[in-house]
């Protein structure tokens, strides 16, 4: 393995961060800290990162493996089954939606597409007013998501978008749809296009790149390739959180136990992993609440075709979106959904893709032609999107549930209209929705009567999701959430949740800066509270 | 048999497979363990390599040969990287497409490497369609393995006009 590129996270290792791979350790472990967090993606890094630059004494517990820059080859082959949750297969209990979510040092954030938007105000109010999160105004946010914007290089991007980010721009325009584009953490960013893949020259300000060394740099211990089994709880109180070392493959437990010991703990695994380590450690949830209200954002998928090449895998995979119809209804009215495209790389296409034989082989010849749009429906506003729930399997794994009611499947419905229409306007030669019985439609009216006409039922209408969300809300009533808005634990008095389980409903668009901003809020409070001295103000710090 | 009895005594008899295989779950928690494609689920793979991955396979006999032979190995790597409770399901997916009652009930297909490519394609279409559930997502596991294998590989990008990674990052 060679690369061109300097790796910062082999300097790192060089120069002595103590990082452990349990995979490789021969004996039980035994280690303690101040504060022990579990995950290192978006909620993960940014609390290592503050909680290490206020003088603690921080463990970070990743169950993925440490892999940087020089490992990162841009293939599909290795980055889904290295860098992914089940290798990028992991899906929900019904196999009906596919989810994409990091398990590699960084979390997600290693694998994302950069798109970076705050917490729009919309979803902000009602955060207020259904569940009291009155410190959530945009205007108490704005100077953490100015914050982690400086800190994680968040500005506009420059350069033209490629072919499929401007299809969306053209239709939308030419349909007098609002669009903008998308800022993105990027620092000298190459415009490959293999974001999904790890990022090959460390342009992506990921945690794996920022927030992480930063930590390890003040002293941190890293612990990879170990799982975060279940908290001993005692009188209130999480004693210590027993671990299990996996295989260097990560596929199952080795057998060594590690057992971690804090005076605070802070879980940050994303919200499927959270919501189980909670429940496996049988977490006090009076309400019945934990891992309940868990969002996805179904993100539905429209191809087109055109004459002119796309080339849908080359260049910063989302620069251009349209909010446009997350804005022509309340927000709790028919559901809305964010416009955004799909970078396109063969292997996640071909899968995308129905069908088999001679049919998929003829869309597959047409791979360069081709333009994959999305829509992300904005669940949580409505009593008929409630989200779905987390639950375990025997050997004690996540499992999500998520029914899709009537009401969702008419926002599915209408942004398969929205997608074939817009493509069209753009030059489509054909459309063809993510769906087992369609087909490539030639024209908008031939899509619209056949659309119309599709059923709308789960394994039939393909879904995805990249962003989970809830399950451990937080809200000022303990009958609204199992955290209060400090994103402390109700019931257990030393446990702070950090990532995106938090939110009380889904963002609304895609949410590393919300819960990167967020986190920096809680973080810095829960610094404070633990050193008695204001909290630092992270800044790029040289890595080594 | 006609494709509409089997798909019919297909449903029937899934359901029959489900029902014993809950039951017989519950009374024996599942050992989880990894799972690695034998040589029978390999011969199943390598007749639903060109199946389902349609007219892009070479057609030399050799070429083809070693084609299929690379996407099940592929087929097979990317089974070893799901975790333990999926690779058990797709452990029983492979049971049941080996074993010939089953097979014949569910599939209406004999033997797989007599197969004929309509006898294939019916029992895709069969189960893609299907309204068991469990049939459906039995499908798109097939779908998703092997159209997954096959357009990981650089043999087949050029096809595609995908050039692939830049050489420099990724040697």
């Known amino acids: ?544 | 048999m006609q494709r509409r009895s089997f798909l019919k005594a297909g449903v029937l008899g899934a359901m029959a497979l489900a029902a014993g295989g809950a039951l017989y779950r519950q009374l024996n928690p599942p050992q989880l363990e990894r799972y690695a494609l034998d040589a029978g689920a390999r011969t199943i793979v390598a007749v639903l390599v060109p199946a389902i991955a349609g007219p892009v396979l070479p057609q030399e006999a050799a070429a083809r040969r070693a084609a299929i032979d690379g996407a099940v190995q592929r087929v097979a790597g990317a089974i070893a990287g799901l975790p333990l409770t999926t690779q058990k399901e797709v452990a029983d997916l492979f049971a049941l497409l080996s074993l010939a009652p089953a097979r014949r009930l569910l599939t209406g297909i004999g033997d797989w490497q007599s197969a004929t490519p309509q006898q294939l394609a019916e029992f895709l279409q069969g189960w893609r369609s299907h309204r068991l559930a469990m049939l459906q997502t039995a499908y798109q596991a097939l779908h998703d393995l092997v159209l997954g294998a096959w357009y990981a590989d650089p043999s087949s990008w050029t096809a595609l006009g995908y050039p692939g990674p830049l050489q420099e990052l990724s040697a």
Not at chain 1, 386 to 408: E, R
Not at chain 1, 481 to 510: C, E, K, M
């Open chain 1, 1 to 544: 393995m060679t690369s061109p590129i300097p790796d910062p996270i082999a300097a790192g290792l060089e120069a002595g961060w103590k990082v452990i791979d349990a995979s490789t350790v021969r004996q039980d472990l035994m280690l303690e800290a101040d504060v022990v967090i579990v995950g290192s993606g978006a909620g993960g890094g940014v609390t290592a990162e503050i909680l290490s630059q206020a003088g603690l004494k921080v463990i970070i517990v990743e169950e993925g493996a440490l892999k940087s820059s020089r490992d990162f080859k841009m293939r599909e082959a290795d980055a889904y089954p290295n860098l992914y949750q089940e290798s990028a297969a992991r899906k929900t209990k019904d196999k009906a939606i596919n989810i994409l979510q990091g398990r590699t040092v960084g979390g997600s954030t290693t694998v994302n597409w950069t798109s970076s938007f705050r917490t729009p105000p919309d979803t902000l109010a009602w955060w207020q007013q259904r569940y009291g999160l009155k410190d959530y105004t945009v205007q108490d946010l704005a100077p953490w998501f100015a914050m982690m914007e400086e800190r994680l290089h968040i500005n506009d991007w420059l350069t033209p978008p490629n072919a499929n980010n401007s299809l969306l721009g053209e239709g939308a325009k030419k349909l007098g749809i609002s669009y903008g584009h998308i800022r993105r953490n990027v620092n000298g960013c190459w415009n490959l296009g293999a974001c999904g893949m790890g990022c090959p020259t460390n342009a992506k300000q990921s945690m794996l790149v920022t927030t992480i060394p930063a930590a390890l740099a003040q002293g941190a211990t890293l612990l990879t390739r170990t799982r975060a089994e279940r908290f001993a709880l005692q009188g209130g109180r999480a004693e210590r959180l027993d671990c299990s070392a996996l295989t260097a493959d990560g596929i199952e437990a080795s057998g060594r136990r590690i057992t971690l010991r804090a005076r605070h703990f802070v879980v940050s695994g994303g919200a499927i992993n959270s919501p189980a380590l909670l429940l496996r450690s049988g977490a006090p949830d009076p309400q019945r609440l934990l891992g309940k209200r868990t969002f996805l954002h179904p993100v539905t998928v429209s191809a087109a075709t055109y004459a002119q090449p796309v080339e849908a895998f080359a260049g910063a995979p989302q620069t251009v979106y349209s909010d446009h119809f997350l804005h022509t209804a309340p927000v709790d009215g028919p559901i809305g959904y964010k416009l955004e495209v799909a970078p396109m790389h063969p292997l996640i296409s071909a899968t995308a893709l129905a069908g088999f034989g001679t049919a998929h082989a003829d869309l597959m010849r047409r791979y360069a032609h081709m333009q994959g749009m999305l829509a992300l429906l904005r669940d949580g506003f409505h009593e008929q999107a409630p989200g779905g729930s987390v639950g375990l399997h025997s050997d004690g794994s996540p499992v999500l549930d998520y029914p899709v009611s009537d009401y969702v499947w008419d926002g599915v419905r209408r942004s398969l209209l929205t997608m074939a229409e817009i493509q069209f306007a753009a030059g489509a030669q054909t459309v063809l929705p993510t769906h087992e019985q369609a087909t490539g439609y030639a024209s908008w009216e031939q899509a619209r009567k056949a659309i119309a006409e599709l059923p709308m039922r789960k394994l039939q209408t393909r879904i995805l999701s990249a962003h989970v969300m809830g399950g451990c809300a937080m809200s000022a009533d303990e009958r609204g959430g199992v955290t209060d808005p400090q994103g402390r634990y109700r019931g257990i008095a030393n446990l702070s949740v950090h990532d995106g389980s938090l939110f009380p409903t889904s963002i609304g668009a895609n949410p590393q800066l919300s819960i990167f901003g967020i986190v920096a809020k809680l973080a810095s409070g829960l610094a404070e509270e633990l050193t008695g001295r204001p909290a630092p103000n992270p800044a790029p710090q040289p890595l080594v």
